[in-house]
């Protein structure tokens, strides 16, 4: 399943993550990576966070930093992440 996840495409892989578990540090990473669009993450908690641009998301192994609409930091933990969806880029200023 590893090797189909790394050829599907962003719209592919949210219907992956419908599947009620968490994301995993590699399939973060291949949303951060080349040919980067925007993108939603969806947490268990009901929250939701925009990633307009890769400068707006950071991340290790365990914790996720998003970027939010304030320009503050919000530190989530990965475990914590359960679906990422295309989102629209936002205007620049």
Do not use: C, W, Y
């Not at 994301?23 to 939701?48: A, Q």
Request: net charge negative.
């Amino acid at each position: 399943m590893q090797s189909l996840r790394r050829s599907l495409p962003l719209d592919a892989l949210d219907l992956l993550m419908e599947a009620g578990r968490t994301m995993n540090i590699e399939e973060l990473h291949k949303l951060t990576t080349s040919d980067f669009r925007p993108f939603k993450l969806f947490l268990s908690d009901g929250r939701s966070f925009d990633v307009p641009h890769p400068d707006f998301i950071a991340f290790s192994r365990r914790v996720v930093v998003v970027i939010g609409d304030d320009e503050l930091p919000n530190i989530i933990d990965l475990l914590q992440i359960v679906s990422a969806k295309p989102g629209k880029a936002k205007p620049s200023h």
